[in-house]
């Protein structure tokens, strides 16, 4: 079973900094990983797919990289709506495994 | 616009059981993945089930396997999951969420969620 780890969590920021979330998986899944960002009281929102793919309509600042084991979620001049906190999510199988999720806070 | 509206959450004893419902709208409902995950309060995400498009093959969680079925009505757009032997560990959030045409795995629409307590 492939397990999904997130640091650090949490993670304070400032308005304006950037931002690097890291997913360690605990074998390679070459590029199968999607993010998602989830508010406070709302369901998760998918941001990224395929390790680096944007979604349509979310901002540039958002950015994804890496492939086999290891990957980052980077925002480059964080918002005041980017406060949320971000899941990692394998999803090359049958059974998608999210990590534990990090939080951005101030 | 895609809508995806879950119900049937309650308070259940141990051991009860529930049917939780989602209904879809806005795409072709037959064409794709559906998914429930579901969020113990203050936590993490946790996949739960899947049925595919294809042949409605299913897949589940450890967690849930023998007790959850998932299943889907193309003629009403809708999804479904029977929960059985609830315990406390059921207590959740639950999503039900839609997977993209080209991989139906990874969740691009998701409900608002369905709250499920499990407690005498």
């Known amino acids: 079973d492939i397990q999904m780890t997130q640091s650090p969590s949490p993670l304070s920021a400032s308005v304006g900094g950037r931002v690097t979330i890291t997913c360690r998986a605990s074998?390679?899944?070459?590029?199968?990983l999607a993010w998602y960002q989830q508010k406070p009281g709302k369901a998760p929102k998918l941001l990224i797919s395929k390790a680096s793919i944007l979604e349509t309509g979310v901002p540039l600042r958002f950015s994804g990289s890496g492939s086999g084991t290891e990957f980052t979620l980077t925002i480059s001049s964080l918002q005041p709506d980017d406060f949320a906190t971000y899941y990692c999510?394998?999803?090359?199988?049958?059974?998608?495994?999210f990590g534990q999720g990090t939080k951005v806070d101030i | 616009e895609v809508k995806l509206v879950e119900s049937g959450g309650v308070v259940v004893q141990p051991g009860g059981s529930l049917r939780l419902s989602c209904a879809a709208s806005?795409?072709?409902?037959?064409?794709?993945?559906m998914h429930w995950v579901r969020q113990v309060p203050g936590k993490g995400l946790e996949w739960v089930s899947l049925?595919?498009?294809?042949?409605?093959?299913?897949y589940y969680a450890d967690s849930v396997k023998g007790r959850f079925t998932i299943s889907r009505d193309n003629s009403r757009s809708s999804l479904y999951l029977q929960m059985n032997s609830l315990t406390a560990e059921d207590t959740a959030l639950y999503y039900c969420a839609k997977g993209l045409r080209w991989f139906g795995t990874i969740l691009d629409s998701w409900g608002q969620g369905t709250r499920v307590t499990v407690s005498s």
């Open positions: 074998q390679n899944i070459n590029s199968a």
């Open positions: 999510q394998h999803y090359e199988s049958y059974s998608p495994k």
């Open positions: 049925i595919t498009w294809e042949d409605d093959s299913t």
């Open positions: 806005g795409f072709t409902f037959e064409d794709y993945y």
